[in-house]
């Protein structure tokens, strides 16, 4: 079962159209997930963007915590 942040696929369809992604291209594909965790992030906060990119639940939340504490010192040690 599949919960989540996922929008129609009408809204969908016209989020990659705006973004002209062609979701076969990995490098397009990156830019749609990164807008959608971006505008999870600005409507909801980090941890609750962050929760809701993966949806809902207990699961969510795990997800959120892996990646505010594992994940994201790691990207920010990249980065120098």
């Given at each position: 079962?599949?919960?989540?942040?996922?929008r129609?696929?009408?809204?969908?369809?016209?989020?990659?159209?705006?973004?002209?992604?062609?979701?076969?291209?990995?490098?397009?594909?990156?830019?749609?997930?990164?807008?959608?965790?971006?505008?999870?992030?600005?409507?909801?906060?980090?941890?609750?963007?962050?929760?809701?990119?993966?949806?809902?639940?207990?699961?969510?939340?795990?997800?959120?915590?892996?990646?505010?504490?594992?994940?994201?010192?790691?990207?920010?040690?990249?980065?120098?």
């Open positions: 079962m599949s919960t989540g942040p996922r129609p696929s009408s809204t969908r369809s016209f989020r990659v159209e705006k973004l002209s992604a062609d979701l076969t291209d990995p490098q397009a594909h990156l830019r749609v997930c990164l807008h959608d965790l971006a505008t999870l992030i600005k409507d909801r906060g980090l941890h609750d963007g962050v929760m809701g990119y993966n949806g809902s639940g207990p699961a969510a939340e795990a997800y959120a915590k892996a990646i505010l504490n594992d994940e994201i010192p790691v990207v920010k040690s990249w980065l120098g």
